[in-house]
């Protein structure tokens, strides 16, 4: 069955260092979506992704993050200077109508 | 502020119940309603979603939406060990491109 995978697992970085994520959504999908959860919160919408072009994107998506999908599978997300709260989990998903969420990012911030 | 509303739990019952998990929302333009299952440190995993009023079955889960209420329920039928989990309602809205989940209830079923 198809799946959205993620890379890393796990990453951890010092605070003001760039990091990406990647994600590789089910490949007949054209809908791309990056979520976050912090510990013990809800998970929350950054943002979404169509025809190469963002759709919509949430406070929380500022000038210090960026999607892109550099070829025909992968899909990232940069966060340029990260801060000690954008530490939690980053999850991708992807849709043709219904979502579909990758295993997720942990990233650790210190 | 559209928001998603569920009641955090934990939510106990014993093995073979039926476990009931409740959700409302406050955008009345919200069209499409989901239900994703999280395992602690895990991502949300799809279980159902609906779109007309009334109830949809797949084997022991029950969706139950009545957008006049703006509620949204789960009905997981012979609850099993298994099901111990975070249970996560998420709205779509057709206007905007994004799901909007509720903090989610905590399920624990007792062998």
Redesign the interface.
């Known amino acids: 069955e198809p799946e959205v995978t993620q890379t890393p697992s796990h990453q951890v970085t010092q605070m003001g260092q760039e990091v990406i994520l990647r994600c590789v959504p089910i490949s007949n999908h054209l809908y791309f979506y990056w979520y976050r959860q912090i510990l013990g919160q809800k998970v929350e919408f950054l943002v979404s992704f169509y025809n190469n072009e963002i759709s919509e994107k949430s406070e929380i998506f500022d000038d210090q993050f960026s999607v892109e999908r550099p070829d025909g599978s992968n899909f990232t997300l940069k966060i340029r200077s990260t801060k000690l709260e954008d530490s939690a989990m980053y999850f991708c998903a992807s849709s043709e109508d219904t979502q579909y969420f990758g295993p997720g990012t942990r990233l650790t911030v210190l | 502020q559209k928001e998603v509303e569920q009641n955090s739990g934990p939510l106990s019952v014993p093995e073979g119940a039926i476990a009931s998990l409740n959700c409302t929302y406050s955008d009345r333009g919200s069209q499409s309603f989901?239900w994703?299952r999280q395992y602690s440190g895990?991502?949300?995993?799809?279980i159902m979603?609906i779109y007309s009023n009334g109830d949809k079955e797949d084997g022991r889960f029950t969706a139950q939406l009545n957008k006049a209420s703006q509620y949204v329920s789960l009905l997981i039928r012979d609850s099993q060990p298994s099901d111990s989990a975070t249970y996560?309602c998420?709205v779509w809205m057709d206007s905007?491109?994004?799901?909007?989940?509720?903090?989610?209830t905590r399920l624990l079923v007792r062998p």
């Open positions: 989901f994703y895990k991502s949300p995993e799809l979603f996560l998420a905007s491109y994004k799901l909007i989940f509720g903090s989610g």
